[in-house]
């Protein structure tokens, strides 16, 4: 079930030191992967160098095919792959699949967008002269994925790369480089080229610094914290390579007077605890009108105590573990910061010690203030602070009082007021009455220090092309 080794010029490699992965839910050790390096990483340019020209002069048509034959492997696989997944990262199976066909919606979308990169015709200042753009694609694209969504960060990001032209290298996670690999082997059964897509497993900062460093390397693309993002944007700068980045986020969820208050708890409830508050959308704040807290809280509550917590391959779970002792560690830190300024623990507060696994229980904090960590640190954990306001000018300059710009979520069916909020809040998506707007057809990103550029949707291939411009004299 487990591929043990790397993907790199068509071939699987295995190395003699490696890294152990965990499963979360049980703290078993499920396998190991290679533990890659400069060597390694220097072997994956080259050969995404070398497939870089017969790959790129493909048609569209044809990079489109192979992606489509990926993709319908995938659906075949559906099943084994959501496992891997569960088994490494924790989600509960149905949220495993719905990540697999919501990552196969990324391939199935550029497959067809592959085929729509358009070029331009301008009018010239000079009656011999033509003006013509061309997009290009940009060269070697690496990528470094997170842990959070092991199978989507990955096909958001090569699904394009290779549908403009481009060839890859990944590194995934080392927490959840299962499922990655098993991807890159669907992807090589599907007749993807040799060099056209790379993976290797191995130490970070080390494979980071030769792709950073590295000519060849046009593009470098990440997901993951905004501390790692800086870095790579740094190194990258060396070379001037192209950057897009998702890194972190702190989603205010603002629950207005003329809220449906049902569809506000609902809405919550899936940014909240989807993969157990582990992505980087989730809700991390709720601004709840005083007028309405009560009833707000009271209907939430009641929802969060019922969520099931427990191993993900069990029936009727819904919220996993977290991926590790240190995601359990902020978890309490910030409750018990939170506790000691003033706030309440209306729900869950402790780790859930009957479990062999690391467990956290669904909690929500009330009477929540701005200077507790939760209200401005990520906790990406299964934690809901819920504070309250007066005016929506109150709510909405304490919600664009952070560095970060991912993701908000906004509750009222009161529509001049839901447009007011919208167009005021600095961030790059805006969930209005809707706890789930990711989409593989709408641009994800964020503002200010949530990232650089966008994935998905027809914004998102941009980020694999370069603009030529040819002059011609006639
Ligand atoms: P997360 O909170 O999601 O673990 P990280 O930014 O630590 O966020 O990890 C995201 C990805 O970045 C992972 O693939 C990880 O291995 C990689 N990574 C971690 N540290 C570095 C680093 N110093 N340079 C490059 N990549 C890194």
Redesign the pocket.
């Known amino acids: 079930m487990y591929i043990e080794k790397m993907y790199i010029n068509g071939e699987w490699l295995t190395s003699a030191d490696t890294i152990e992965v965990f499963n979360p839910a049980t703290k078993e050790k499920i396998g190991v992967v290679p533990n890659g390096g400069q060597r390694e990483a220097e072997l994956a340019v080259s050969a995404a160098f070398s497939a870089l020209p017969s790959w790129s002069k493909r048609t569209a048509a044809e990079r489109s095919k192979y992606l489509m034959k990926w993709s319908q492997l995938i659906d075949e696989n559906l099943n084994t792959l959501a496992e891997i997944m569960t088994n490494e990262q924790g989600k509960p199976l149905h949220e495993a699949k719905g990540e697999i066909t919501y990552a196969n919606d990324y391939i199935v979308w550029y497959a067809e967008e592959a085929k729509r990169i358009y070029g331009e015709t301008i009018p010239a200042s000079h009656p011999n002269k033509r003006i013509f753009v061309q997009k290009q694609p940009i060269g070697v694209v690496a990528a470094?994925?997170?842990?959070?969504f092991p199978a989507a960060m990955i096909t958001r990001k090569i699904a394009p790369a290779i549908a403009a032209g481009c060839t890859t290298v990944l590194?995934?996670?080392?927490?959840t480089p299962f499922t990655a690999l098993k991807l890159v082997e669907l992807a090589e059964q599907a007749g993807i080229p040799k060099g056209v897509i790379n993976i290797i497993t191995g130490d970070?900062?080390t494979?980071?610094?030769v792709w950073q460093s590295d000519r060849r390397v046009r593009k470098l693309t990440?997901?993951?914290?905004t501390?790692?993002?800086k870095?790579?944007m740094r190194g990258a700068a060396e070379t001037v390579k192209k950057v897009s980045l998702e890194l972190g986020g702190h989603a205010p969820f603002i629950v207005t007077a003329n809220a449906d208050i049902e569809k506000a708890v609902d809405g919550a409830i899936a940014s909240k605890f989807r993969n157990a508050g582990q992505t980087c959308v989730c809700t991390n704040r709720i601004y709840v009108d005083k007028s309405i807290v009560k009833e707000f809280t009271q209907k939430f509550t009641e929802k969060v105590s019922c969520l099931k917590v427990g191993n993900g391959l069990d029936e009727g779970v819904v919220i996993g573990p977290l991926i590790n002792q240190e995601a359990m560690d902020k978890v309490n830190n910030h409750i018990e910061d939170a506790i000691q300024k003033g706030g309440t623990v209306y729900v869950g507060g402790n780790p859930l010690k009957e479990l062999d696994g690391y467990f956290f229980e669904p909690t929500v904090i009330t009477d929540a203030t701005d200077d507790m960590f939760c209200m401005y640190e990520e906790t990406?954990g299964p934690l809901a602070p819920i504070t309250t306001f007066d005016t929506i000018e109150e709510v909405v300059e304490r919600a664009n009082n952070t560095p970060y710009g991912l993701a908000a979520y906004v509750f009222t069916e009161n529509i001049k007021e839901a447009i007011q909020i919208a167009e005021s809040l600095e961030y790059g998506i805006i969930g209005l009455n809707d706890g789930t707007p990711s989409a593989a057809q709408a641009p994800f990103g964020g503002f200010k220090e949530s990232g650089l550029g966008r994935e998905g949707s027809h914004f998102g291939i941009e980020d694999y092309l370069e603009i030529k411009y040819i002059s011609l004299g006639l």
């Not at 470094?144 to 959070?148: A, K, Q, R, V």
């Not at 590194?171 to 927490?175: A, D, T, W, Y």
């Open positions: 470094i994925t997170p842990w959070n590194k995934p996670s080392e927490e970070a900062p494979i980071a610094n990440f997901t993951g914290s501390e790692v993002g870095i790579l990406f």
